[in-house]
């Protein structure tokens, strides 16, 4: 190879040497730190990511978590009512059982009033009768028995005629 020095001369030549002396310059100098800041700046937006990721997942899971506490309320809710309307038909059945039995009970109370009311009109009706028949028999008998021997025999025939 025959090396021309007026190549070396020209500046064709300088401006190559130049360039490559810029580019070693700037290597060091800037291409490191813009190097660097790039690596940085890919760390942080990778970061970033992650912490996007972790969130969007963590995001999921609460998602998830309301919706089964939500869904278990429901069921709760559920179950809550389910038993309010059992207990509330079993407090209607017994409510009306009490009524059955209290109507029950004062149908016996007033059947058995009737019956002494019963009893004493009949127990009255007679003392009337006796009475009537007293004064008719004590009109067409005058015999000289006392009242009371009188109301005895009136009382004994009418029981013997089933009136009491």
Known sequence: MNFDIE??????????INFIILLIVFKFLLFN???????????????????ASKSKEEAIELKEQSQKI???SY???NEIIEKAT????????????????????????TKKEL??????????????????ALSAASKVIEKNLSTEENRKMVEDIFDEAGVA
């Open 7 to 16: 190549f070396f001369k020209s500046t064709v030549f300088w401006s190559i």
């Open 33 to 51: 730190r813009i190097t660097q800041f790039m690596d940085k700046r890919t760390d942080m937006v990778q970061e970033q990511l992650e912490f």
């Open 70 to 72: 939500l869904n278990d």
């Open 75 to 77: 069921t709760k809710a």
């Open 86 to 109: 059992q207990e509330a038909q079993k407090q209607a059945s017994l409510i009306i059982e009490q009524a059955k039995l209290d109507a029950q009970k004062i149908i016996e109370t």
């Open 115 to 132: 019956e002494v009311e019963k009893k004493r009109q009949i127990n009255e009706l007679k003392n009337q009768f006796v009475s009537i």
